[in-house]
């Protein structure tokens, strides 16, 4: 058991990687020191191939997460808008005024604020949207490499 190994000198590889804004990982090999750059670049690419990997899947689930939530929240300001429209023709029906429905300078500001939220969260779905065709490719891509 005390029997020395023969070893012969080596190239060490040590690769960190983000995974996502709180992991990290390490990847560690070694190749023999006679190995040539082809043979090393060849293990960094698939060394590095496998962080990407890694890090598309993890950002993808972050991504649809988000989508997720985004057309939630979309789907409560159109519906919010709505009952704000409805809410503001009863109003004005109330007061007996008569001539053309105007919205009071309040309500202009209740109906911009909504409106403003539905086009950032319309913004957001489609920068979600990029994203998770991004990564998505990503994926396929390094299916399609093998």
Avoid at 50 to 67: D, M, P, T, Y
Avoid at 89 to 98: I, L, P
Wanted: hydrophobic share 35%.
């Amino acid at each position: 058991m005390d029997e020395k190994v023969p070893t012969e000198p080596a190239l060490g590889i040590s690769v960190e990687a983000t995974v996502d804004n709180t992991r990290k990982i390490v990847f560690q090999t070694f190749l023999p020191q006679t190995s040539t750059g082809a043979q090393i670049d060849e293990l960094l690419n698939k060394v590095l191939g496998s962080a990407e990997r890694i890090g598309a899947k993890n950002q993808l689930k972050v991504w649809q997460h988000k989508l997720q939530d985004d057309e939630g929240k979309l789907a409560l300001f159109k519906k919010s808008l709505g009952e704000l429209d409805e809410r503001h023709k009863a109003d004005w029906g109330a007061t007996k005024r008569g001539g053309e429905f105007k919205l009071t300078p309040q309500q202009k500001q209740e109906r911009n604020a909504c409106e403003s939220s539905i086009e950032r969260y319309n913004q957001e779905i489609n920068i979600a949207k990029l994203n998770i065709a991004q990564y998505e490719k990503t994926l396929a891509d390094a299916k399609e490499a093998g």
